[in-house]
């Protein structure tokens, strides 16, 4: 199975509420997503902004001087303007998208469906007539009659184009139905690679593009943190995980996944919740005494994953909810040696703490020197 990430943090992301990126942040981040090996980057739509126009110049540039290795892609609307400055830039290849449900349609584009496969095939060929590669994305594909899409698809590849994006643009579908329409999709339209764009409106973003990888889908779209419209789409460091758990597929160096999350995180201003897979703080952290118990015999009892694979180390927290094995661990690796019976009394202590949120290592010994009438030194 030969499956890619394009990732598209500089454009889908970048449309998040809240988030601009500068210039050098662009080819800072494109230039980390190069290094951990993405197949395709989705470099930002330049009819946009003046900036967007610049910084796809200068991740061009890099590209072609050797500094990066993914695939560069520009994104245009079907119109002549936009692909022409996309020819300006010199992407790789061009992100052509038209919406095609009769919504999109009839409150967009006013277009009859006739039309639309005219404005398709003219964008088409016109943006092959620049020699350069091509994608069209079926915006709203997933609310558009299939016998439509179809045509759409055909219209597309017959003018040009050699992959097809299947945006899921509202993010309504679900796993099963992902499979089937991928699934009948390439074996009705072959020719041509497929793309699931996947919104995470419905927490199923992931999950339908594993399900499109199934049905035959070679590119999966991503963006790190999930960033994207609304609620964004399917989230880099999970698909990634994820096709390496479930199909032994390497799409990405899963180490570097940390700090490209940290550099977005930054540069976006969106913080990662602490319970986001993979690069979130708490993805490796135990807290109920079974659980952490569990750990410290066989960390495969409460992880599938181990943390070193990305980068990464296991912990746990000291609350109510500790039990005696984590406790004498967090001690043993203070350098304090506690009996069985004091452990219990501090366990008693922090236990009769309901309300405290975390204890510290210093709150730990305080309770201890408490309970036993000691003096602990904690080895330095
Ligand atoms: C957009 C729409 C899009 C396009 C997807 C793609 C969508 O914001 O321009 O080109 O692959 O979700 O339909 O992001
Ligand atoms: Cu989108």
């Known amino acids: 199975m030969k499956v890619g990430i394009l990732d598209s943090t500089l454009r889908e992301g970048e449309q998040t509420p809240g988030v601009v990126f500068s ?14 090996g993405v197949a395709m980057i989705e470099a930002g739509h330049p009819a946009v902004s003046p900036d967007i126009y610049e910084g796809i110049k200068r991740i061009v540039k890099l590209k072609r001087e050797g500094e990066l290795t993914s695939e560069i892609l520009a994104h245009s609307r079907a119109v002549k303007r936009d692909i022409e400055i996309v020819n300006e830039v010199e992407a790789d290849r061009i992100a052509i998208f038209y919406g095609v449900s009769d919504i999109h349609l009839k409150a967009k584009t006013k277009t009859t469906r006739e039309e639309a496969l005219n404005v398709i095939a003219e964008a088409v060929s016109y943006a092959k007539s620049h020699g350069v590669k091509i994608r069209f994305t079926a915006e709203d594909a997933t609310r558009t009659d299939l016998d439509y899409l179809v045509k759409v698809i055909k219209t597309a590849r017959d003018s040009g184009a050699d992959r097809i994006g299947i945006a899921d643009t509202v993010g309504i579908l679900y796993p099963t139905k992902t499979k089937e329409l991928f699934s009948f999709l390439v074996k009705e339209v072959p020719g041509v690679e497929y793309d699931i764009h996947a919104h995470n409106d419905l927490g199923m973003a992931v999950a339908n593009a594993l399900a499109a990888v199934e049905g035959g889908a070679t590119i999966i779209h991503a963006t790190v943190n999930g960033l994207g419209e609304r609620v964004g789409i399917v989230p880099l460091q999970a698909v990634a995980a994820a096709l390496k758990y479930h199909f032994n597929l390497d799409v990405v160096k ?16 969106i913080p990662m919740p602490p319970n986001f897979p993979i690069t979130g703080d708490y993805a490796f952290v135990h807290k109920a005494g079974i659980h952490v118990a569990g750990v410290l015999t ?29 406790l004498k661990d967090r001690f043993e690796r203070l350098g304090v040696k506690l009996e069985e019976r004091e452990l219990e009394l501090v366990l008693a202590k922090i236990k009769s703490s309901q309300t405290t949120r975390y204890f510290r290592d210093v709150d730990l010994l305080e309770i201890a020197e408490e309970v036993t009438g000691k003096v602990l030194k904690p080895r330095p």
Do not use: C, N
């Open 254 to 269: 899963l180490e570097g996944l940390s700090k490209v999350a940290s550099l977005v995180e930054k540069y976006s201003g």
């Open 298 to 326: 066989d960390p495969r009892t409460y992880e599938f994953m181990p943390p070193e694979v990305f980068g990464r180390s296991r912990d746990y927290v000291i609350d109510k909810y500790t039990g005696k094995h984590a």
């Open 23 to 36: 210039v050098e942040q662009r080819v800072e981040i494109a230039k980390a997503l190069s290094e951990i």
